[in-house]
């Protein structure tokens, strides 16, 4: 077992961090073979579970809707949802929100705030399927779908 070799005691976070990467080195030219540096920092900590709600509301209109999520909830994840219910593509949707004095598109990696603006639909009813040409033959028979 290697033990960290520091030249004073452990006070701070960012001594404590050159200890474990010491140790860490040691333990790699002793030929040792497994982890022995600390999980720190953002991505290693485990994902909140709070349970919150989170409203969206579509640009240039009043209907709003509110989904129950976790903190942890990133905004690709709501998009998919949304185009799923919607049967659309989710790179057509984005989310906007409030930053301070301004506004700002949240990226796909990013979690959901609590107050977002969806732009890019209409409404969140699906909408009405429109064919380019639409037309219908009624009670042509047999001899009317012959072609000419």
Same mark, same amino acid.
């Not at 030219?29 to 919150?52: E, H, N």
């Not at 906007?96 to 977002?116: F, S």
């Given at each position: 077992?290697?033990?960290?070799?520091?030249?004073?005691?452990?006070?701070?976070?960012?001594?404590?961090? *050159?200890?474990?990467?010491?140790?860490?080195?040691?333990?790699?030219?002793?030929? #040792?073979?497994?982890?022995?540096?600390?999980?720190? /920092?953002?991505?290693?900590?485990?994902? $909140?579970? @709070?349970?919150? @709600?989170?409203?969206?509301?579509?640009?240039?209109? !009043?209907? $709003?809707?509110? #989904?129950?999520?976790?903190? @942890?909830?990133?905004?690709?994840? #709501?998009?998919?949802?949304?185009?799923?219910?919607?049967? #659309? !593509?989710?790179?057509?949707? $984005?989310?906007?929100?409030?930053?301070?004095? *301004?506004?700002?598109?949240?990226? !796909?990696?990013?979690?959901?705030?609590?107050?977002?603006?969806?732009?890019?639909?209409? @409404?969140?009813?699906?909408?009405?399927?429109?064919?380019?040409?639409?037309?219908?033959?009624?009670? /042509?028979?047999?001899?009317?779908?012959?072609?000419?």
């Amino acid at each position: 077992l290697i033990a960290c070799i520091c030249p004073r005691p452990r006070r701070s976070a960012t001594l404590r961090h *050159a200890c474990w990467t010491r140790a860490a080195v040691v333990s790699m030219t002793a030929g #040792i073979v497994g982890p022995l540096v600390k999980d720190m /920092g953002v991505g290693r900590q485990p994902a $909140s579970l @709070s349970p919150v @709600s989170t409203v969206l509301t579509v640009y240039g209109s !009043d209907e $709003s809707m509110t #989904i129950p999520c976790v903190t @942890s909830t990133k905004v690709v994840e #709501i998009k998919e949802m949304l185009a799923g219910k919607l049967a #659309i !593509d989710p790179c057509t949707i $984005s989310f906007v929100t409030r930053q301070g004095c *301004a506004m700002r598109k949240q990226l !796909d990696h990013e979690e959901i705030r609590r107050h977002v603006t969806v732009v890019g639909i209409k @409404s969140f009813k699906r909408d009405r399927r429109r064919y380019e040409h639409p037309m219908v033959v009624i009670g /042509g028979g047999p001899i009317g779908l012959l072609p000419s």
